[in-house]
């Protein structure tokens, strides 16, 4: 590291959450939250929500999910002071994966943050190749994969397997899936209180249904 350069990973601060009312879905459930309280119009993007969340999993000791740093190479660096360092220019040293790990239960986890402003489906082309690569190769390992889509302007937050995705990315006369396709087959999920966005909910299920498949084999 460059003398007097200084590399910190902040994570933001925690906050709460909740969960929207049942609703009747093809495969996967949905869950509730008080009536009346919506705390999604906070102004806070995706990746804060779930940072929040993470901290919040952190403190409460239930699981340890970081983003995971993107590689940078530095070239230039002015130094107005001598205790001060300012870098002029910075590449990125290699395409990064995805955007979160950790562990939860003993199983590891995986996952990758998307948004859309489209309300009635998702544009595949937001994966890069080298992400669903990644997705694939982690759950031959048999980790515990996905994907937090948020619809920002319908407010909707869906935990979708990083199977699906993959299924729908690898088929060749495909650009999107639809918002029932997501709902069909993924946890949706709601912004409110401690935590942010309460994506282990969904990520118990899919651990449920890993276990029950396993009883059965």
């Given at each position: 590291?460059?003398?007097?350069?200084?590399?910190?990973?902040?994570?933001?601060?925690?906050?709460?959450?909740?969960?929207?009312?049942?609703?009747?879905?093809?495969?996967?459930?949905?869950?509730?939250?008080?009536?009346?309280?919506?705390?999604?119009?906070?102004?806070?993007?995706?990746?804060?929500?779930?940072?929040?969340?993470?901290?919040?999993?952190?403190?409460?000791?239930?699981?340890?999910?970081?983003?995971?740093?993107?590689?940078?190479?530095?070239?230039?660096?002015?130094?107005?002071?001598?205790?001060?360092?300012?870098?002029?220019?910075?590449?990125?040293?290699?395409?990064?994966?995805?955007?979160?790990?950790?562990?939860?239960?003993?199983?590891?986890?995986?996952?990758?943050?998307?948004?859309?402003?489209?309300?009635?489906?998702?544009?595949?082309?937001?994966?890069?190749?080298?992400?669903?690569?990644?997705?694939?190769?982690?759950?031959?390992?048999?980790?515990?994969?996905?994907?937090?889509?948020?619809?920002?302007?319908?407010?909707?937050?869906?935990?979708?397997?990083?199977?699906?995705?993959?299924?729908?990315?690898?088929?060749?006369?495909?650009?999107?899936?639809?918002?029932?396709?997501?709902?069909?087959?993924?946890?949706?999920?709601?912004?409110?209180?401690?935590p942010t966005l309460p994506y282990l909910e969904a990520v118990?299920?899919?651990?449920?249904?890993?276990?029950?498949?396993?009883?059965?084999?």
């Amino acid at each position: 590291m460059l003398p007097g350069v200084k590399l910190m990973v902040k994570y933001p601060s925690g906050s709460m959450a909740a969960f929207r009312k049942p609703n009747k879905r093809k495969i996967r459930k949905s869950y509730t939250h008080k009536k009346g309280v919506n705390f999604s119009d906070r102004g806070m993007t995706l990746e804060q929500q779930i940072n929040e969340s993470n901290k919040y999993y952190l403190e409460e000791e239930m699981a340890v999910v970081h983003k995971k740093p993107t590689p940078v190479q530095i070239v230039k660096v002015d130094y107005p002071k001598r205790s001060k360092a300012v870098i002029r220019e910075a590449y990125f040293r290699q395409a990064s994966t995805t955007d979160y790990n950790g562990v939860y239960k003993g199983y590891y986890l995986d996952f990758e943050a998307k948004e859309t402003k489209n309300k009635t489906n998702f544009p595949l082309k937001n994966f890069h190749e080298h992400q669903i690569f990644h997705l694939n190769a982690c759950l031959k390992q048999k980790g515990i994969c996905f994907t937090i889509i948020e619809f920002t302007s319908l407010q909707r937050y869906f935990v979708t397997p990083a199977s699906f995705v993959i299924s729908a990315w690898q088929k060749n006369n495909k650009s999107s899936m639809t918002l029932k396709e997501i709902e069909d087959n993924s946890y949706e999920i709601c912004s409110g209180f401690r935590p942010t966005l309460p994506y282990l909910e969904a990520v118990d299920h899919f651990i449920a249904d890993r276990e029950m498949k396993n009883g059965r084999e």
